[in-house]
């Protein structure tokens, strides 16, 4: 789906209880001092500390909405960069109430809730990462939904083994239980300050009063049109009356997701997991083949995680730990690219391109592998991020040519390998405080409306989470992932993926939060993001505006974003073996950093999103 070069203008919401807000489009907006629009270049001092070499000047930048200008801004106390305008307000409104960044982070997840129905929501689930000062590591929060009681490892197949098309993508059986509800309110209560009747108030309003249908929301209606019109609540919420898909400045209401963000408001996990709106969930499922119960809904638990550790030049990244693949492999990626990266020669340089993609391909038949929920099956990080392994896959890089799909077949059994003991649709939001906070979270219904079902008299669309299953060993999934056996659909288990909320440290604490919406390419995306910073030396706005590129070992192509790489390089690749494509990724990276003291937040200039900085 492309981005169109409009703006969404989102309704804002009146005075909150007890507080006074100023008018936000004022507040976001306005400069009155406190942050200020940069066109400065790459920042060497203070806590960088960059190659001395210069980069060559063959950067590609992309087909983007947004200038720098529009895309970044800068400030003293905190950063925020989200994929909705109204989000990132909401967010900087907890902090000017005197909240914190959990406070933020809370505000933001259930704002964007209402902002982006196509790609997030209560419906669905996600993963966080979050530090303040006091801690020794970050913490990861894994609020992935999981497969109801009903689930199985032949669900999707029938009688002769064959995948049944559609099943894991529309409809009940597409349907895992959310998370999200419980993962954030837990977030919220042990680390947050404002009391949620607050922190919940610019959702409800916005839920309430409505927001400007924006290009990429109504583009996905209309390529949705035909699962979202076989649901009559869906057809109801994001069609006219005659049937018509609401377009671009048209107001979309959505007054039952009010209500129950409203009892959520009030009654916590109990106003989604029970009563109302778990009944309203359990009888939809029901209603349309799937014999969920409301004891699948009340036995949902977040799970906290040891997120994967890695090293970067001189700093420590942190990032998702399984069932998020993430992590695990962009330190793969990371680990195999640094060393013989020629930062001189800039990103788009081919033996640089073919170095990352390399270690792109080398991490996807891992992935494919290995990867899996913890809790039902072995997933051997410490021996795949290890440094023998790592120096493996080093080795095995070709100069000289690319490496087929088919030339695993002979790779070693990583379990074998010495180590010590271990520890697309979607959106992002990154925060940092000048308290030292750090916030960065991946959400998710997966595609497009999820399973494009609507629950009926609550407004929350329900998730197609299912579809991260492998529907069978060696299917591919809706990103085109190869699933192994660690990833069949078992009840309670969750689904494999690629959600990379990452945090990176420096000597004085966290110097940037960042993440991306899209599938399977969210983990290489955000590899490009750390390498481009911290490898090539870019400044931040750059690290995001820079063409990417994505290899997933199968299919076995090389995607590149528009415009492609600079003519000379992609003539270089093919004569190395590559078949080079253009497709849009989807990325759409919210990155926010400390640079000596200055927080700067860049939305990705590709997209609809917001930073704020004050």
């Given at each position: 789906m492309s981005d169109k070069n409009t703006r969404r203008n989102t309704a804002f919401w009146p005075n909150l209880t007890l507080l006074t807000m100023c008018a936000l489009f004022v507040f976001a907006c306005s400069q009155h001092g406190k942050f200020s629009s940069s066109t400065e270049g790459n920042s060497s001092s203070g806590?960088?500390?960059?190659?001395?070499?210069?980069?060559?000047?063959?950067?590609?930048?992309?087909?983007?909405?947004?200038?720098?200008?529009?895309?970044?801004?800068?400030?003293?106390?905190?950063?925020?960069?989200t994929q909705g305008e109204g989000a990132t307000q909401a967010a900087a409104k907890m902090i000017e109430l005197g909240g914190n960044g959990a406070d933020a982070a809370t505000a933001a997840t259930f704002a964007i809730s209402v902002e982006r129905p196509q790609s997030t929501g209560i419906g669905g689930g996600g993963f966080l990462l979050y530090f303040k000062?006091?801690?020794?590591?970050?913490?990861?929060?894994?609020?992935?939904?999981?497969?109801?009681?009903?689930?199985?490892?032949?669900?999707?197949?029938?009688?002769?083994?064959?995948?049944?098309?559609d099943k894991s993508l529309t409809g009940a059986y597409a349907v895992a239980i959310p998370g999200l509800v419980a993962g954030i309110l837990q977030f919220h209560r042990r680390y947050g300050k404002l009391p949620l009747t607050d922190?919940?108030?610019?959702?409800?309003?916005?839920?309430?009063?409505?927001?400007?249908?924006?290009?990429?929301?109504?583009?996905?209606?209309v390529e949705?049109?035909?699962?979202?019109?076989?649901?009559?609540?869906?057809?109801?919420?994001?069609?006219?009356?005659?049937?018509?898909?609401l377009k671009v400045g048209d107001i979309l209401k959505q007054p039952d997701l009010a209500k129950t963000l409203e009892a959520i408001q009030q009654k916590g996990v109990a106003g989604f997991y029970g009563g109302r709106v778990a009944t309203a969930i359990v009888e939809t499922m029901r209603k349309y083949g799937n014999k969920v119960t409301k004891a699948d809904l009340q036995k949902?638990?977040?799970?906290?995680?040891?997120?994967?550790?890695?090293?970067?030049?001189?700093?420590?990244?942190?990032?998702?730990?399984?069932p998020s693949s993430g992590g695990t492999h962009i330190a793969?990626?990371?680990?195999?690219?640094?060393?013989?990266?020629?930062?001189?020669?800039?990103?788009?340089?081919?033996?640089?391109?073919?170095?990352?993609?390399?270690?792109?391909?080398?991490?996807?038949?891992?992935?494919?592998?290995?990867?899996?929920?913890?809790?039902?099956?072995?997933?051997?990080?410490?021996?795949?991020?290890?440094?023998?392994?790592?120096?493996?896959?080093?080795?095995q890089f070709l100069p000289?040519?690319?490496?087929?799909?088919?030339e695993f077949q002979s790779w070693p059994e990583v379990e074998k390998m010495a180590t010590k003991p271990e520890s697309s649709e979607t959106t992002h939001f990154s925060i940092l405080t000048s308290d030292g906070e750090a916030v960065a979270s991946t959400q998710t219904i997966n595609g497009h409306f999820g399973s494009a079902i609507t629950v009926p008299g609550t407004g929350i669309v329900l998730n197609n989470e299912m579809d991260d299953f492998a529907a069978k060993v060696g299917a591919s999934n809706l990103f085109g992932a190869i699933g192994g056996t660690n990833n069949l659909p078992v009840a309670g288990k969750r689904p494999l993926s690629s959600m990379s909320p990452t945090l990176v440290f420096g000597k004085e604490g966290p110097?940037?939060?960042?993440?991306?919406?899209?599938?399977?390419?969210?983990?290489?995306?955000?590899?490009q993001t750390l390498l481009n910073r911290y490898i090539y030396g870019l400044d931040l706005f750059n690290s995001l505006s820079t063409v990417r590129f994505h290899q997933q070992w199968q299919p076995d192509k090389l995607f590149v974003e528009h415009p492609g790489f600079p003519p000379e390089t992609t003539a270089r690749l093919q004569k190395l073996g590559y078949d080079v494509e253009l497709k849009d990724l989807g990325c759409r990276i919210q990155a926010v950093e400390n640079s000596d003291g200055t927080l700067i937040a860049v939305t990705d200039p590709r997209g609809e999103g917001a930073a704020f900085a004050q």
């Open positions: 806590l960088w500390k960059f190659r001395n070499e210069p980069v060559e000047n063959n950067l590609a930048n992309s087909g983007q909405n947004k200038t720098r200008e529009e895309a970044e801004r800068r400030g003293k106390k905190f950063a925020i960069a000062k006091g801690m020794k590591a970050p913490i990861a929060l894994d609020f992935r939904e999981i497969a109801p009681s009903t689930a199985h490892e032949k669900m999707y197949q029938d009688e002769k083994g064959e995948i049944i098309l922190v919940l108030a610019p959702a409800i309003h916005m839920a309430k009063n409505g927001i400007k249908i924006y290009p990429e929301l109504a583009e996905a209606i949705e049109a035909d699962r979202l019109k076989k649901f009559p609540a869906s057809q109801s919420l994001f069609f006219h009356q005659d049937g018509t898909p949902y638990l977040v799970k906290e995680r040891k997120p994967v550790a890695m090293s970067l030049q001189d700093y420590q990244v942190y990032s998702m730990a399984p793969q990626i990371l680990g195999v690219s640094q060393k013989g990266l020629r930062a001189s020669k800039g990103p788009m340089h081919d033996q640089n391109v073919h170095l990352t993609a390399s270690a792109m391909q080398m991490a996807f038949y891992d992935r494919a592998r290995y990867m899996g929920d913890p809790d039902y099956v072995k997933v051997p990080v410490a021996q795949l991020i290890g440094p023998n392994y790592v120096n493996f896959l080093e080795q000289e040519r690319a490496r087929k799909a088919g110097i940037m939060a960042v993440g991306t919406p899209s599938g399977t390419r969210i983990l290489t995306c955000v590899a």
